[in-house]
């Protein structure tokens, strides 16, 4: 079994609360919702990833033998609950939002309907799943608007807090938008596209540097972009020219340069004069170093000629926006709704539906978040049944169809969201039926 699948890979009061619920015969229907209290300053808007890795997580849920014979070693559990994991399974029901839609503040993407430890325990791990591919595609799909029409390639791997992160985050950017990605590993597991140029200690290990570069070439003839800021960015853009004549005579195109360093605007304006000058418009620059949304947008307004960039810290590690504040539920149990009414933390009760309403032209024009079952209101139900009897209802998603779906719901966003310079929050109703019941609920003693 991997670390990824380990049923101890959560928090111990996880089970704690379990050990309670097995002594007091706790066991009837539980119901969780996921959401996202409140959006962080520099988000308007959130896209729903982590779904296809989350299901697969409760498909698979056990306790081996090994992790069984620990917990009773610790001495925290007694023998008779310890033995009783043995059988351990989740087999509840899961509704969610699809990979790459769109959301907003306490709207939830994901409502799990299980036995209450069944539906407890899991609580850890789906926030931990849902939380960073979510947190990693929302950043990714504010680089895409900000870089419509641009090649752009996630970078983050080196930087991401730890491997399965760094392999998540590939896949959430490119769900959202991106190219492809630097990390090898998510082209076999994902079948993502991967790209890659050279690092500045090729050219360092080498005494010229269009040595470098013309041997990378005969490396790598079928992708040739070359790294030019190591020294001279300017200097080494002219190597270029210089060498493209002697690749070209033995069938081998340049496709691009990178720039990594200083002044990417006017190094970029620089190298696109030289690169036209020397009969090499077609050679793309790419850019990389400390890029996120907002680096981006400012070089494309400053009319900076490049066709694409590498996106690697701020992406990764979403350095601006580095957590949400997501967090998953009770609900109802037991056929009683519930309500936590915390200071400043408090949540709608019951089991509830996002309704999407839309313009003539398929914009998004509100939503209405209101109870699933007695007052369906106007508008598109976004959460789907995804899992029965604790197996999927449908195979893995294609990423490019949950692409596609991010495409569209960028697109069908108000145009201020679309800019990530939100003027206003986007509205989110509290159907009145959700209102009375919350009202009914906090009449009544604790």
């Not at 392999?167 to 590993?185: C, D, I, K, M, Q």
């Not at 005494?207 to 005969?218: K, L, S």
Request: charged share 25%; proline share 6%.
């Amino acid at each position: 079994m991997t670390i990824a699948h380990s049923a101890l890979l959560t928090d111990l009061y996880q089970l704690t609360m379990l050990q309670t619920y097995h002594a007091e015969r706790m066991n009837e229907t539980a119901v969780f919702e996921l959401f996202v209290r409140r959006l962080p300053p520099q988000r308007g808007f959130l896209v729903a990833a982590g779904l296809e890795q989350a299901l697969d997580y409760l498909e698979n849920l056990h306790f081996t033998a090994e992790e069984r014979d620990w917990l009773a070693s610790t001495g925290r559990f007694s023998a008779d609950f310890v033995a009783s994991l043995a059988d351990f399974r989740f087999t509840g029901a899961v509704q969610a939002m699809p990979e790459g839609t769109a959301f907003f503040a306490d709207e939830p993407i994901l409502r799990v309907i299980a036995p209450l430890p069944q539906a407890q325990l899991v609580e850890s791990r789906l926030i931990n799943l849902l939380h960073y591919q979510t947190l990693i595609a929302s950043k990714a799909a504010r680089c895409a608007l900000a870089a419509p029409g641009r090649l752009l390639v996630d970078f983050g791997l080196r930087r991401a807090h730890g491997a399965e992160a760094g392999l998540l985050a590939a896949r959430a950017s490119y769900l959202a938008g991106f190219a492809g990605t630097a990390t090898v590993l998510a082209g076999m597991r994902f079948g993502i596209p991967i790209f890659g140029t050279m690092a500045h200690s090729l050219v360092q290990a080498h005494d010229r540097e269009e040595d470098a570069f013309e041997r990378f070439a005969a490396a790598q003839p079928g992708n040739v972009t070359l790294l030019i800021d190591t020294y001279d960015t300017e200097a080494a853009a002219h190597k270029v020219v210089n060498l493209a004549p002697r690749l070209r005579e033995r069938g081998v195109t340049i496709r691009g340069v990178r720039i990594d360093s200083g002044d990417l605007a006017e190094h970029a304006r620089q190298v696109r004069r030289i690169l036209d000058e020397g009969g090499l418009n077609d050679v793309i620059i790419f850019g990389s170093g400390d890029l996120d949304e907002h680096r981006i947008r400012d070089l494309l307004a400053s009319g900076a000629p490049f066709d694409g960039f590498g996106i690697g810290t701020r992406l990764d590690a979403s350095t601006d926006a580095p957590t949400l504040d997501m967090v998953y539920k009770l609900q109802e149990y037991a056929g009683q709704p519930r309500r936590k009414r915390s200071e400043g933390k408090a949540t709608w009760p019951g089991r509830k539906q996002v309704y999407r309403r839309t313009t003539a032209d398929g914009s998004f024009a509100g939503d209405c978040l209101g109870l699933v079952a007695q007052y369906p209101q106007p508008g598109e139900p976004l959460l789907i049944p995804v899992m029965e009897q604790g197996r999927r209802l449908q195979p893995p998603e294609p990423l490019d169809a949950i692409r596609g779906r991010v495409r569209a719901q960028l697109a069908a966003l108000p145009a201020d969201l679309r800019t990530n310079e939100a003027a206003r929050p986007y509205p989110v109703d509290i159907a009145p039926e959700l209102r009375e019941l919350t009202a009914q609920l906090d009449r009544k003693p604790h």
